[in-house]
């Protein structure tokens, strides 16, 4: 059974600060999403990793992928209040339905 | 933004009456999901649809069933409603390729009281 863990589940930290969140799984899997979601919203698509060692940035934000470790980091750098949301891993467990689990997600607070 | 729809976006109702959400997509894509968000659990899949006619279950599908007559139309249907159900439902749309990215509805809130 494909279990995906994140770490820290919460995190408050300071603007322009640097912290690291974990995605972790626990059978192989060589496709993984990064979603956002803001309080009473939807969840936003951020990042899809389709292999071992992709790498993408978008703004502050980077994701990357191991698939070897089955571990994936999504990196703040020099973090600002708007980033301020839960931030989902997700990690498909069979191809061609796509059936996608969830981590349990991490909501970061970023004070001023 | 992908052209997904959820109906009704709140809903109160009593336990044991039956309930029917509704996803409406205008994007055409093959795949269609019900998830529901409950604290401390991220997303869970109830069910998901890969054509018209052509369901299966998630991991948390007991109580809930599906339909899909249509390539634009997922009915998530509760029989007999109870507050375990009360969450936060989603629906999800993916298509075939490359990434099959899952683009989301904007949600459900459903209280069984």
């Known amino acids: 059974e494909l279990k995906v863990e994140q770490n820290p589940l919460f995190l408050s930290m300071q603007e322009g600060k640097n912290y690291t969140i974990y995605c972790n799984y626990s059978?192989?899997?060589?496709?993984l999403y990064w979603y956002r979601q803001d309080p009473g919203k939807s969840l936003e698509s951020l990042f899809v990793?389709?292999?071992?060692?992709a790498v993408k940035q978008e703004g502050r934000l980077m994701a990357s992928l191991d698939t070897k470790a089955r571990l994936s980091t999504l990196h703040i750098t020099a973090a600002v209040h708007d980033l301020s949301a839960t931030y989902f891993c997700?990690?498909?467990?069979?191809?061609?339905?796509?059936?996608?689990?969830f981590g349990q997600g991490t909501r970061l607070t970023i004070n001023p | 933004d992908a052209g997904i729809t959820q109906s009704p976006r709140h809903k109160v109702t009593e336990t044991g009456t039956p309930v029917t959400l509704r996803c409406h997509q205008t994007?055409?894509?093959?795949?269609m999901y019900w998830y529901r968000q409950d604290p401390g659990h991220g997303l869970r899949l109830i069910h998901y649809?890969?054509?018209?006619?052509?369901?299966d279950k998630g991991e948390v599908s007991d109580g809930y069933s599906v339909s899909r007559s249509k390539t634009e139309d997922f009915l998530l249907t509760l029989e007999s409603a109870t507050s375990s159900q009360t969450s936060v439902y989603f629906c999800?749309?993916?298509?075939?390729?490359?990434?099959?990215?899952?683009?989301f509805g904007p949600g459900t809130r459903l209280t069984v009281t």
């Open positions: 999800a749309i993916s298509e075939i390729g490359q990434s099959y990215e899952q683009y």
């Open positions: 059978t192989t899997s060589d496709r």
């Open positions: 990793l389709l292999s071992n060692g």
């Open positions: 997700a990690v498909v467990r069979i191809q061609g339905a796509q059936k996608l689990v």
């Open positions: 994007e055409n894509h093959r795949y």
């Open positions: 649809s890969y054509g018209v006619k052509d369901t």
